[in-house]
């Protein structure tokens, strides 16, 4: 699975931004997606987890009530909407692939495509 994402860019804090992951390759839909992040000087932390079929989501308390992943298993795409957006949400996103169980492990994740800056600014 190849996957790139898109839709990072520079938004005014309290803004939103939706990130956009596009697959191609065998079986996406099989697939489970997560999205990470990582800011300058920092560890890559997870932010969500959407399972192949879309009906279960995880996110991570920092950004738990501000965003919403989904996918689109006919158009080989998941997305990460986020709103209310903070200076601290500033990084570099990253999605990545997972034929296993959830995890918030960046080691537990399979493919990853490259990352898709976000700056909040204050």
């Known amino acids: 699975v190849q996957l790139q994402a898109s839709g990072g860019g520079l938004v005014q804090a309290g803004g939103s931004l939706r990130l956009s992951c596009a697959a191609s390759?065998?079986?996406?839909?099989?697939?489970?997606l997560g999205w990470f992040r990582q800011a300058p000087g920092k560890e890559r932390e997870f932010v969500g987890h959407?399972?192949?079929?879309?009906?279960?989501?995880y996110y991570a308390d920092s950004v738990k009530g501000r965003s919403i992943i989904s996918r689109d298993n006919a158009k080989n795409t998941v997305y990460l909407q986020m709103t209310s957006l903070k200076p601290e949400d500033t990084a570099v996103y990253y999605c990545a692939a997972n034929a296993g169980d959830y995890t918030t492990t960046p080691s537990g994740y399979d493919f990853w495509g490259q990352g898709t800056l976000v700056t909040v600014s204050s």
């Open positions: 390759g065998r079986a996406f839909s099989s697939y489970a």
């Open positions: 959407i399972n192949w079929s879309g009906s279960r989501t």
